[in-house]
């Protein structure tokens, strides 16, 4: 039990400072967080230890989480911001007499 909740609480500390690192208006809530940072410590481990090794992941685990998780929340905003779609959505009137 008590590993779920470090999880959570880690899970929300790396998902707060990589929304911290990153300028500008994230709308995904608490849980958003939550999920971020979890997704990515879990990346964070698994692709530093595909880069440098075991051994430096051990040492430095906070920092492969949270850019981890500043990777992931790049890949969240890139999926979630919809950046032309209004305006092109839009029918364009002419002039209305």
Excluded at 2 to 8: K, P, R, Y
Aim: net charge positive; glycine share 16%.
């Amino acid at each position: 039990m008590s590993a779920i909740l470090q999880l959570i609480l880690v899970g929300l500390i790396i998902g707060v400072i990589a929304r911290l690192v990153l300028p500008g208006r994230d709308p995904i809530g608490f849980l958003g967080t939550l999920a971020v940072g979890v997704a990515g410590a879990v990346l964070g481990w698994w692709a530093g230890r595909a880069l440098v090794g075991v051994g430096s992941v051990r040492s430095h685990p906070w920092l492969w989480g949270i850019l981890g998780a500043i990777v992931v929340l790049l890949i969240v905003r890139g999926l979630t911001y919809r950046r032309g779609a209004r305006r092109w959505g839009r029918r364009y009137r002419a002039w209305r007499w």
